[in-house]
């Protein structure tokens, strides 16, 4: 039987919930709950658009030129990115992972990211994923089998929606995320500037620690000085009837991305909202902030949950 281009197909269900991995980048591929879609969905016969639903690993986000300084080194990636000139978003999100264990609402899929130019590291890649009453459960784990330090970044990204995926159906609706810094980007490269706290006139009006509709506001920003209740942060997004869907994350994460897919075009534009919880910010391999060293046969790991909120 021929493999869909998505690659190897989990699904899990529990419950109200259903969720269905692909193999390709250990993707979430679709989740939902009573039949409603909680995250954007793609076909399991279709190349993944853009990174959705991908595992981010060694970094997220974007890295300045490919090019960074570790252990009396400089390393230079591929620019896969090239409107940026940027290597953006890691090394595994085309890898076809291995299913290693599964179940009717828990599977395990593993990866390498083998040393190669620009990242000499042999890192293995774990995603687990684990579905109950509580949502979807996500787990990144990133062992270092090499001979010295790598340095690693993890993230996930995952596309909110309420309810069916439609042209500009975010702007209706209501997103909160207790944040207090934002940091600023290029216009032309999405490269870190500064950080400002988002009351700050120089935030642009993306402040939403208290929730409040989206309208034509437009980000691609990472926030970080999280809000956080018992070390949880979440990010949430409703639609008019307080029904939504909400992605919870822990300490191992003091950074997430927001994305407002502005750059789709036809249905899938801002018919979703990014929310990617980050280990690390954006190009963290030039500034070292929040970036971590892992030692041989060291691990790092973060995970989220995502899960639907109001009914």
Known sequence: MQVPLSGTQSVLRSGAYEARIASVGATLRTLQCDGADLIVPFAENEIRPSMRGAVLAPWPNRLADGAYEFGGQVHGLVQNEPETRTAAHGLVAWTDFDVVSASADHVVLSGVIAPQPGYPWRIRVDAEFRLDAGGLAQEITATNESATAAPIGLGGHPYLTVGPPRERGIDGMALELVAEEILLVSEDRMLPERGVRVSDAAAGGRDFRAPRRIGRTEI?????????????????????????????????????????????????????????????????????????VVPPGGSASAGWTIRRIGR
């Open 220 to 292: 691609n920003h990472a926030y970080t000085l999280l809000g956080r209740r018992e070390g949880l942060a979440q990010a949430r997004l409703t639609g008019g009837d307080g029904v939504g869907v909400e992605v919870e994350w822990d300490e191992r994460c003091p950074w997430v991305q927001v994305y407002t897919t502005d750059h789709g075009a036809g249905p899938d534009l801002r018919s979703g909202i990014a929310v990617e919880p980050m280990t690390c910010p954006p190009d963290a391999f030039n500034s070292k902030r929040d970036l971590l």
